[in-house]
Structure formats: C-alpha cells, structure tokens
C-alpha cells in the first residue's frame, strides 16, 4: 500500500471515530444534531449574523433560515423573496476530546 494512501484512510478513520459520537449519540442510533449556535447569510460581498426570531427560525431582513426535523435528519430551508443570497453558513460548537 502506497503511504499516500495509507495516511489518507487513517485521516478518515480518525475522523469517523472522533465525530461518530457526536452526531450518532442516542442510544437507538437515531442521528442527533442540535440547532446551529450561529447562521450566517452572504449578500453581495457581505456576510450578516442572522438572530433567532421564532424556535428554530433565524433571520436577517428578508432573509429566513428554518432548520426543521424529517424523520431520522434535519432539513435547512432558506428563504429570500427579494434580497440577493449568495451562500448561507451554519455553524455548531461541540467540544472533541
């Protein structure tokens, strides 16, 4: 086995084993994924911090972000009527050993 590759299939196994326990921790196997600790927005070349305004809902004028629960995964949906969006960031914090 070429070393390259040696080193690329252990990277992924190292990284299977360390965030396995963090999105598979139920005891039913059933994936476990909090809401995001923070959404970002780009509009034309600026990047906005949406702010929580209803449960699972964050936004930012007329942008809306809803992170929603379907069956055993989360759904993002992302809404803009009239404001330019680029791209959306979700970002989640969680402490690996």
Do not use: C
């Not at 949406?50 to 929603?68: A, F, Q, Y």
């Not at 009239?82 to 791209?87: D, E, R, V």
């Amino acid at each position: 086995m070429q070393r390259r590759h040696f080193i690329k299939l252990s990277a992924a196994a190292a990284t299977t084993a360390l965030f396995s326990r963090i999105t598979y921790a139920t005891p039913t196997g059933t994936p476990f994924l909090n809401s995001p600790q923070e959404v970002w927005a780009q509009s034309g070349d600026e990047w906005f911090k949406l702010t929580p305004s209803n449960g699972l809902k964050v936004s930012h004028r007329d942008i809306e972000v809803t992170v929603k629960t379907n069956g055993n995964g989360k759904g993002v949906y992302v809404k803009s009527p009239s404001q330019q969006l680029n791209a959306v960031r979700l970002k989640w914090q969680y402490d690996v050993p």
